[in-house]
């Protein structure tokens, strides 16, 4: 499970047409982590 805001115009992006974009943070070392919710939420829930 991740976190996707679907919302977006769709284009390309290296070729590939994207519909979505997928959050994720960066740490201190540089690695990139994907944000997920601790728990089961409902499809379409508000990020606050």
Do not use: H, W, Y
Request: aromatic residues 2%; glycine residues 8%; neutral net charge.
């Amino acid at each position: 499970m991740g976190v996707f805001v679907l919302n977006l115009k769709s284009r390309k992006v290296m070729g590939i047409e994207s519909q979505c974009m997928i959050l994720a943070a960066e740490d201190s070392k540089g690695d990139v982590v994907i944000l997920q919710p601790e728990r089961e939420i409902e499809t379409g829930s508000k990020i606050r």
